[in-house]
């Protein structure tokens, strides 16, 4: 950051003067700020600036001249004309040439009159916030992500800032090292960056906010599930089937759950005799994993029906069948399993063995066999005549 501003120092050099050469404070400054100072005079005044720095002991050591660059002005100012001389200041300490602290200012004149040094006040100079978000990393999209690595120095606050359409959320926005939760969109983005603002503990240095941005590159497995077709009682559903999981991430390992946090595993993934939500886990082969849910849909049987047969007699030489439970018209009955009718009486019966088949609205079944008896024989009469007697 270049900052560039003109102090008019003077009035510094009448209160100087008023208060027998006592130092001021002119200026607090931000490291990596440019300044000009200047000071009005007498026309043909020769100027030699000096800057010193101000050790804690109050030791002084001079600052080196070429670190700052001095000129001599005239101009015009409401029609009068002015001289002086100004020196611009790059007050960059990351050079390492100019260290934070105090620094004295002043300048000696010599005119044709006399020659005066001016101490024109003191220069606090402070070092700009720094900010390090930490080094781009990656994680899984189950993480939790420490910014843990996150640095700052020479702040008064800080704030960690997400995209405003990301959604994530930190734990402490205003702490050096929060967590942060990846949000959905965050997730099905892949990435996200993350800011850290830190704001300068000076308010009156003029010190630009540091920015330090991390990306978050986010890991997931794409798993696809596609929930089994139903079943009826007594069948079971294989979970383990490639069919479930058709359209996945190639290498992945499933594990098979009965609850979303995976506290109990599925004995029978293969064999799933009961209806109800069930989770699959897929895990890469970088160690991040995902779980999604699947419904099992697993229907009852009817019940078995109930049927009232009407044997053959001497009378009516066929049979019939009528079924007497379950009833209702979300089921169908059939004498042959394929082929079904509404009608819960099957008639005209030759003896022979049955089977008789009840259906209901999801297509589940339940049988009854049943035996349709041979006619009854007829009573078998055989006359004898009797011997012819000869009388």
């Known amino acids: 950051m270049k900052r560039l501003a003109y102090i008019l120092l003077m009035m510094f050099l009448v209160a100087a003067q008023a208060a027998a050469q006592d130092v001021n404070v002119v ?22 600036w000096k800057l010193e720095f101000e050790e804690a002991d109050g030791t002084i050591t001079e600052v080196v001249p070429m670190l700052f ?6 101009e015009q100012r409401n029609g009068d004309s002015i001289w002086g001389s100004e020196i611009t200041i790059l007050w960059d300490l990351s050079s390492g040439s100019l260290d934070p602290g105090i620094y004295n200012l002043s300048v000696e004149q010599t005119s044709i009159h006399k020659c005066i040094n001016h101490k024109l006040g003191q220069i606090e100079v402070i070092p700009a916030p720094a900010a390090f978000a930490g080094n781009d990393t990656t994680v899984c999209a189950t993480d939790v992500v420490f ?7 020479n702040y008064s606050s800080l704030m960690w800032i997400a995209p405003p359409e990301s959604g994530g959320t930190f734990s402490d926005p205003e702490a050096l090292n929060p967590t942060y939760i990846p949000s959905e969109k965050d997730i099905e983005n892949g990435e996200v960056e993350l800011w850290l603002v830190a704001l300068s503990d000076s308010p009156t240095g003029g ?16 798993l ?9 009682e007594p069948g079971t559903v294989d979970l383990t089937g490639e069919e479930i999981t058709a359209g996945s991430d190639a290498d992945l390992t499933f594990t098979y759950w009965e609850d979303e946090d995976m506290t109990e595993a599925l004995g029978n993934p293969d064999k799933v005799s009961q209806a109800g939500t069930y989770y699959i886990r897929a895990e890469a082969q970088n160690g991040c994993y995902v779980v999604e849910a699947v419904e099992v849909t697993i229907y009852p049987a009817p019940d078995t029906p109930e049927l009232a047969v009407t044997q053959p007699d001497c009378t009516v030489q066929t049979g019939s069948i009528e079924v007497t439970a379950p009833l209702g018209t979300e089921y169908t009955y059939s004498i042959d399993g394929e082929n079904f009718q509404a009608e819960v009486f099957f008639t005209g019966l030759i003896p022979g063995d049955y089977s008789i088949t009840v259906m209901d ?4 079944r339940a049988e009854e066999d049943v035996t ?4 009854p024989g007829l009573p078998l009469l055989v006359i004898t005549n009797p011997g012819l007697i000869m009388l």
């Open 69 to 74: 660059e001095a000129n001599d002005f005239s």
């Open 361 to 364: 609205e999801n297509g589940c």
């Open 207 to 222: 010190c630009d906010e540091a920015v330090s941005v991390i990306k978050i590159t986010i890991l997931s497995p794409l």
């Open 372 to 375: 349709i008896d041979v006619i």
């Open 147 to 153: 910014l843990e690595n996150a640095t700052a120095s």
């Open 224 to 232: 696809v599930i596609t929930n089994p077709g139903a079943v009826c």
């Open 27 to 48: 200026d607090v400054v931000c490291q990596k700020s440019e300044r000009t100072y200047r000071i009005d005079g007498e026309e043909d005044s020769v100027w030699e």
